[in-house]
T-cell receptor, first 116, second 115 residues
């Protein structure tokens, strides 16, 4: 079974600064997908960024980027130029590829607070 | 695109009654839908995987007779909490997967309060 670990229950960052959220996972699979989801106070789950394990290049979406280290089974999220709207719970998640159960396994989450 | 709705957004019911929560994919056909439960300040816990036209697959520890799931069409899955009790109070979230895509699209969630 896969496990996803987020070791930072809470993080705080000042507006316009950069913050990195950590995530590690454990799997015996070689092909899989990794995601970062954001859950703001509205509790709507929003996909922030995704990474295919077979791609060596780190995914980037505007101010959000990941540092994917497959050998180390590490998948950290970097948020640049933090904005107040980035305040939310952030969940790291693992998925086996399509054709199997395609279930998402979530980490325990990191609560990010962006301050003035 | 890829919008998922849930209804109702909030429901309060008396202990012993049954509550039905609907999950709809509005602009795509979802062969697979997932039901999650989330306790306050906790992560999402997968309850079951719902496949159109077949029986749902429940995760270990989830009571099938307690949480009835029906996925009768490619755009609708329902979760019925039968004989609800206060310990069933929680936030329930559904997601839908578009066939061939390795991504789940989430509904806005339903807050259930059992008195």
């Amino acid at each position: 079974a896969q496990t996803v670990t987020q070791s930072q229950p809470e993080m705080s960052v000042q507006e316009a600064e950069t913050v990195t959220l950590s995530c590690t996972y454990d799997t015996s699979e070689n092909n899989y997908y990794l995601f970062w989801y954001k859950q703001p106070p509205s509790r709507q789950m929003i996909l922030v960024i995704r990474q295919e394990a077979y791609k060596q290049q780190n995914a980037t979406e505007n101010r959000f980027s990941v540092n994917f280290q497959k050998a180390a089974k590490s998948f950290s999220l970097k948020i640049s130029d933090s904005q107040l709207g980035d305040t939310a719970m952030y969940f790291c998640a693992f998925m086996k590829p399509t054709g199997t159960a395609s279930k998402l396994t979530f980490g325990t989450g990191t609560r990010l607070q962006v301050t003035l | 695109g890829a919008v998922v709705s849930q209804h109702p957004s909030r429901v309060i019911c008396k202990s012993g009654t049954s509550v039905k929560i609907e999950c709809r994919s509005l602009d795509f056909q979802a062969t697979t839908m997932f039901w999650y439960r989330q306790f306050p300040k906790k992560s999402l816990m997968l309850m079951a995987t719902s496949n159109e036209g077949s029986k749902a697959t429940y995760e270990q520890g989830v009571e099938k007779d307690k949480f009835l799931i029906n996925h009768a069409s490619l755009t609708l899955s329902t979760l019925t909490v039968t004989s609800a009790h206060p310990e069933d109070s929680s936030f329930y979230i559904c997601s839908a997967r578009l066939a061939g895509y390795n991504e789940q699209f989430f509904g806005p969630g339903t807050r259930l309060t059992v008195l």
